[in-house]
């Protein structure tokens, strides 16, 4: 039985491995464009073959592009309804 650290632990895993092709070769047909310091934190841009733009922002490059992952899944998610 795999107690609530363990689950933790692989969704850390599998979130470092997402952010490694998200930088080095692009996640879902999103590749980064551009990252800006900015006060508070960190902003990354990703942009796809068609010319669509996601933003994400967060405290850390780490958490900046967490949030890009789940805004790229989200994005495609809805643009499939």
């Keep these: 039985m795999i107690d609530h650290r363990e689950r933790e632990m692989d969704r850390d895993s599998t979130f470092h491995e997402r952010i490694d092709i998200l930088k080095n070769q692009g996640y879902r047909g999103f590749s980064i464009s551009?990252?800006?310091?900015?006060?508070?934190?960190?902003?990354?841009?990703?942009?796809?073959?068609?010319?669509?733009?996601?933003?994400?922002?967060?405290?850390?490059?780490?958490?900046?592009?967490?949030?890009?992952?789940?805004?790229?899944?989200?994005t495609l998610d809805e643009g499939s309804k």
Excluded: P
């Excluded at 073959?49 to 790229?72: C, F, N, P, V």
């Design 34 to 74: 551009g990252s800006q310091k900015k006060w508070g934190g960190v902003e990354i841009f990703a942009k796809n073959s068609s010319g669509q733009l996601l933003k994400a922002s967060g405290e850390t490059d780490e958490e900046a592009y967490k949030r890009m992952i789940d805004l790229i899944e989200h």
